[in-house]
């Protein structure tokens, strides 16, 4: 069974090693799936409480993310969706256990996923 909770978040970068026109400075109000899997609690019937798994991710990815140049964040020189998502499940992978995929939506039309290596 999984267990999917949404997140927004804005910020802003630019990104150097592209040619196009997202190498100027831009912003994005982006969109963010985390979903779990595992099985429900014999006590609680839970998986894992929601409220538990938000504040995980807000403490270990949104309080870095938010409102932030992503460029400054060291591991994110050139933060592309795809760069920005390995990065989100390297913070989360040990503290989410059963974290399955991380979607990750740059516009409402584009996104990218990960899944772990």
Known sequence: MDLDVEFDFCCAHDLPNYEGICRRLHG???????SIT???DAHTGMIMDFEDLRQIVTERVLDLVDHR?????????????ENMIV???????????????????????????????
Request: proline residues 9%; charged residues 25%; aromatic residues 12%.
């Open 38 to 40: 595992g099985r429900p």
């Open 87 to 117: 990065l989100f499940w390297n913070r989360l992978k040990e503290s989410l256990p059963g974290l399955r995929e991380i979607r990750l939506w740059e516009t409402p039309a584009y996104s990218v996923t990960y899944r772990g290596d």
């Open 69 to 81: 140049y992503l460029n400054e964040i060291p591991g994110l020189e050139n933060p592309t969706a």
């Open 28 to 34: 994005h109000h982006y969109r963010m799936l985390i």
